[in-house]
């Protein structure tokens, strides 16, 4: 092996050893990283990923518009799918009708554009995330976009309504390898003191902990 040889294997070696995600198999990529919250439960996992890494990039998606937005967060506003009612100030949303779709405007598309790497966040159960998830994730999936999907299956004392909802969308995503999906009871045996009022947030947090291991972030 000649000098120019043996330095360039020094420095190959050297390369790997500074970097943990070659030896795992990943590569580092230039595109940025947009995460988007699907449905009202999104955003709020949203503003937890941004707690954590406030030089993301972010958006929610939902018909549901906060009052009060954090402007580091995007939000695209989508048609109801059945009718709102207000009982108390913040809008209440009825079942939609029977085989009522999601509609996906032009502006959420747009979105899914460009060469982002894209995250999808989505607690199931809700008609709006769940039925997100499922269109979202398949788009991105038949245009073979660089993309995460990771959801959550709703606490038992949701409701069986919820529940189904999340399953049926959850049955028709599962199958690819870029989505991941999680129990939110699971959540019961990892915090002990896991109560109502901390349930949902012990949930954002567990969506940052299944993501930040992942090459996208």
Request: with cysteine; hydrophobic share 35%.
């Amino acid at each position: 092996m000649n000098r120019r040889k043996a330095l360039k294997t020094i420095m190959a070696i050297g390369a790997i050893s500074a970097s943990p995600q070659l030896l795992l198999g990943k590569t580092e990529s230039t595109s940025p990283t947009h995460v988007i919250g699907l449905g009202k439960g999104g955003y709020h996992i949203v503003q937890h990923f941004l707690k954590q890494n406030p030089k993301g990039k972010y958006t929610c998606i939902s018909y549901y518009k906060p009052q009060k937005l954090d402007p580091r967060i995007q939000f695209v506003q989508i048609p109801p799918t059945g009718k709102v009612i207000y009982p108390f100030g913040d809008p209440f949303h009825l079942p939609p009708e029977p085989g009522k779709k999601i509609q996906l405007t032009n502006e959420v598309l747009q979105l899914m554009e460009g060469n982002d790497k894209i995250i999808l966040l989505a607690g199931l159960g809700g008609f709006t995330a769940s039925n997100l998830a499922k269109e979202l994730t398949l788009v991105l999936h038949a245009e073979n976009k660089n993309f995460q999907t990771i959801c959550s299956l709703p606490f038992t004392f949701e409701g069986t309504k919820r529940r189904k909802n999340a399953t049926k969308a959850l049955s028709a995503i599962k199958h690819l390898p870029q989505v991941k999906y999680f129990e939110l009871d699971s959540l019961k045996h990892k915090y002990r003191d896991l109560i109502l009022s901390n349930a949902f947030a012990r949930g954002d947090r567990e969506f940052w902990e299944v993501c930040r291991g992942m090459v996208f972030l």
